[in-house]
């Protein structure tokens, strides 16, 4: 097949040794990386088509900052098992056994892992054959007796090759049954923070879901009435949580934060075998990447349907060789479906400021966002010949906290925020609608979308301290994340109590008839 001057012009563009696959290259390529059928292949809330029967292995959201209250650290999140309903009992949420959940760090610019961490999940349970609670009593402890059920976990990190375990059976956070069952939860969390050897800290278990957003977007962008905009859908979630503060140093190229500031940071979830379809199950004895995760929004709203499981058993490195995903960052589908609902023209392509926010980092030599921002090649000891484009969410650790975080982040001048690593407070749904309509390469917020899907912030507020996530909720999500029923609920709870007690009462009054 020829390739036009445009798709040319494009390759150059990413880069040198882009390869272009044809339709037969291609259909072969995604028979190797798509795994076989049962195996759930996806993340952030849901978003590929295999995903909604394996929430253990679906990851939710990645969140890399510089630590706020300790800035020679940076601080890494990922959640998984998204829409946690907090009364989901008798089981609750845990952690996958058979499963890997790893964040990984590229600090060269080559699309792989430089350091991984890994955690591996064990349960324990103290009576299986005569309780059927999580807890039989009120749990102070995270090795209180009362708890029934547990998960402990081993952290590894791998660097260059190299393993190493640095925490063995620490025991994770349990869900947060409830105010009966655990009375002082905040302490239960604290206890599951642990510190790390050489430096940083580790947590592991149930957290609020600190994602916010209006997610009726995807009923056709709110059906074209903005005024259907505003309610935060993930409201009163939860979801299962890890999350690192490490030093610097440690991520760095050679271990120089000063020269070598920038680090792309995504997570996986690795799976045995390649036809399991629920957590519980095991088959194959190789580990699979059946998930991934880096900037938010990418695999739900840029990759094609037809791609979304394949991308997800894809590493980084390997992004550039998948033309059909390339050419949607390029020239992507969004703005043409707000431009048909809305009369928002839509920017024309190629979105070479796209590909920079995605792909390659932003850096004055990268394309038309005119900064050095989070780029790999600001590395001053990166090979800039084995830079290749990749999927990441990149990360400048020179960048000092912000003072005061706007929620747009860089888009507002605030530098440290999305699409510069990922704070809590980004509201990435409104950056991600700004930037793909053109604003980071304009320098102006688009008008007519500038209040986005009308959620600012997160339902409650997030911590100052180490792991800085809410704690669970525990109130109904039915009932609204107060927690709060309406009077006439409640009037209609008593009137059903009163009921039931009249039958009961009634049919203790006609088994006594019956024996008389």
């Given at each position: 097949m020829k390739a036009t001057?445009?798709?040319?012009?494009?390759?150059?563009?990413?880069?040198?040794?882009?390869?272009?696959?044809?339709?037969?290259?291609?259909?072969t390529a995604l028979a190797v990386l798509t795994l076989g059928p049962g195996v759930s292949s996806?993340?952030?809330?849901?978003?590929?088509?295999?995903?909604?029967?394996?929430?253990?292995?679906?990851?939710?959201?990645?969140?890399?900052?510089?630590?706020?209250?300790?800035?020679?650290?940076?601080?890494?999140?990922?959640?998984?098992i998204p829409f946690e309903e907090p009364n989901g009992g008798p089981n609750f949420y845990a952690f996958g056994e058979d499963l890997r959940y790893n964040i990984k760090i590229d600090n060269t610019g080559d699309g792989n892992?430089?350091?991984?961490?890994?955690?591996?999940?064990?349960?324990?349970?103290?009576?299986?054959?005569?309780?059927?609670?999580?807890?039989?009593?009120?749990?102070?402890?995270?090795?209180?007796?009362?708890?029934?059920f547990r998960q402990v976990y081993d952290l590894i990190e791998t660097c260059r090759g190299k393993s190493k375990v640095l925490l063995s059976n620490v025991p994770a956070a349990p869900s947060r049954v409830g105010p009966a069952s655990m009375p002082n939860y905040a302490s239960l969390r604290a206890q599951a923070v642990r510190s790390l050897p050489g430096g940083g800290k580790a947590f592991a278990g149930q957290a609020e879901d600190p994602f916010f957003a209006d997610l009726r977007v995807f009923d056709l962008l709110y059906g074209?009435?903005?005024s259907e905009r505003g309610q935060d859908t993930l409201a009163g979630y939860n979801v299962n949580?890890?999350?690192?503060?490490?030093?610097?140093?440690?991520?760095?190229?050679?271990?120089?934060?000063?020269?070598?500031p920038v680090v792309g940071i995504w997570s996986t979830t690795d799976r045995k075998g390649v036809q399991v379809s629920d957590s519980r199950n095991k088959r194959?004895?190789?580990?699979?990447?059946?998930?991934?995760?880096?900037?938010?929004?990418?695999?739900?709203?840029?990759?094609?349907?037809?791609?979304?499981?394949?991308?997800?058993?894809?590493?980084?490195?390997?992004?550039?060789?998948?033309?059909?995903?390339?050419?949607?960052?390029?020239?992507?589908?969004?703005?043409?479906?707000?431009q048909k609902v809305y009369g928002v023209p839509a920017p024309p392509a190629p979105r070479n400021d796209l590909v920079e926010i995605y792909l390659t980092g932003i850096c004055k030599a990268c394309g038309p966002i005119k900064a050095d921002l989070n780029a790999h090649r600001l590395n001053r000891d990166a090979n800039p010949r084995k830079i290749v484009p990749a999927e990441e969410l990149r990360l400048n650790m020179a960048v000092p906290p912000a003072a005061n975080p706007n929620r747009y982040g860089v888009l507002a001048g605030d530098l440290a925020g999305?699409?510069?690593?990922?704070?809590?407070?980004?509201?990435?749904i409104d950056i991600s609608l700004q930037a793909v309509e053109g604003a980071a390469q304009t320098g102006q917020l688009v008008a007519a979308l500038a209040d986005g899907d009308k959620v600012d912030a997160n339902e409650v507020p997030f911590g100052t301290s180490f792991p800085y996530l809410a704690l669970p909720h525990t109130k109904s999500v039915n009932?609204?994340?107060?927690?709060?029923?309406?009077?006439?609920e409640k009037s209609a709870a008593s009137l059903g109590g009163v009921g039931a007690a009249l039958m009961v009462a009634a049919g203790w009054r006609m088994r006594r008839r019956a024996r008389a």
């Open positions: 001057p445009a798709a040319s012009g494009r390759r150059r563009l990413l880069d040198h040794s882009l390869l272009v696959l044809g339709s037969g290259a291609l259909a996806a993340s952030s809330h849901r978003e590929a088509p295999l995903i909604a029967g394996d929430p253990r292995a679906d990851n939710t959201d990645v969140y890399a900052f510089t630590s706020p209250d300790k800035s020679d650290t940076v601080t890494l999140l990922a959640n998984w892992a430089d350091v991984t961490y890994t955690w591996r999940f064990k349960n324990q349970t103290r009576d299986a054959a005569n309780q059927f609670l999580y807890n039989t009593g009120q749990v102070t402890t995270l090795d209180d007796p009362d708890l029934n074209g009435d903005l949580s890890v999350a690192l503060q490490i030093p610097k140093t440690r991520l760095a190229l050679n271990n120089n934060a000063s020269r070598n194959g004895d190789q580990w699979k990447q059946v998930s991934r995760l880096g900037n938010p929004l990418v695999n739900e709203v840029v990759v094609p349907l037809q791609y979304k499981d394949a991308f997800n058993t894809l590493n980084p490195s390997q992004d550039r060789t998948v033309q059909p995903v390339v050419d949607k960052v390029l020239d992507p589908i969004l703005p043409k479906l707000i999305f699409p510069n690593g990922r704070r809590l407070t980004d509201d990435v009932s609204g994340p107060s927690g709060m029923t309406t009077s006439k």
